[in-house]
Antibody, heavy 126, light 112 residues
Framework: QVQLQESGPGLVKPSETLSLTCTVSGGSMNSFYWSWIRQPPGKGLEWIGHVYSTGSTNHNPSLQSRVSISADMSKNQFSLRLSSVTAADTAVYYC????????????????????WGQGTLVTVSS | QSALTQPASVSGSLGQSITISCTGTSSDVGSYDVVSWYQQHPGKVPKLLIYEVNKRPSGVSNRFSGSKSGNTASLTISGLQTDDEADYYCCSFVGPTTFHVVFGGGTKLTVL
């Protein structure tokens, strides 16, 4: 059974860069989309972006210019960098696996997150 | 991209059935049969209940069912139990070229 674990600083100063890593264990990263999702305190879920096992990425347009997501398949890890953070970026950050939908030629993300990390609270404050 | 639209809250009595709607557009819910639903209890990780509109992962109760008509997807919970009181989120792929994902704003279910 695949397990995910987020790691990274719990406190980031305004205008700095938030960096988180998700370590995947118990399964391969191949042929899946790996997402970052966040949830501000008391609010709903927001998809940040994902990386496919080939390294291709897509990001939420509302965050696109500040977001960078990458994967290191050799370490079974993928990472999030969110630059120029403000208090509005304070949230619980989750990493998750999208089970995806594959045809004979392509795989697509479908927003079916069947494995999640426990979540990590990142607070933006000076 | 705009969040999918869900009612902020719904309520139902023990043993009854309720339905939560999730309205999108022709770029997401309306064009792809890949709507998912999640249950989240306070302080807990979201749990996948339904994927691809009406499929249940192993271990999810058959009291949870999904459907879709046009740009609106629905989650129905039958035989309401106290443990069903939680927040529920829908989610969909956004296409055809963006390869994005979008969540609904969430619905708080109260079991009376």
């Amino acid at each position: 059974q695949v397990q995910l674990q987020e790691s990274g600083p719990g406190l980031v100063k305004p205008s700095e860069t938030l960096s988180l890593t998700c370590t995947v264990s118990g399964g391969s990263m191949n042929s899946f989309y790996w997402s970052w999702i966040r949830q501000p305190p008391g609010k709903g879920l927001e998809w940040i972006g994902h990386v496919y096992s080939t390294g291709s990425t897509n990001h939420n347009p509302s965050l696109q210019s500040r977001v960078s997501i990458s994967a290191d398949m050799s370490k079974n890890q993928f990472s999030l960098r969110l630059s120029s953070v403000t208090a509005a970026d304070t949230a619980v950050y989750y990493c998750a696996r999208d089970r995806g939908f594959c045809t004979r030629t392509s795989c697509y993300p479908i927003g079916a997150f069947d494995a999640w990390g426990q979540g990590t609270l990142v607070t933006v404050s000076s | 991209q705009s969040a999918l639209t869900q009612p902020a809250s719904v309520s139902g009595s023990l043993g009854q059935s309720i339905t939560i709607s999730c309205t999108g557009t022709s770029s997401d819910v309306g064009s792809y049969d890949v709507v998912s639903w999640y249950q989240q209890h306070p302080g807990k990780v979201p749990k996948l209940l339904i994927y691809e509109v009406n499929k249940r992962p192993s271990g999810v109760s058959n009291r949870f069912s999904g459907s879709k008509s046009g740009n609106t997807a629905s989650l129905t919970i039958s035989g309401l139990q106290t443990d069903d009181e939680a927040d529920y989120y829908c989610c969909s792929f956004v296409g055809p070229t963006t390869f994005h994902v979008v969540f609904g704003g969430g619905t708080k279910l109260t079991v009376l």
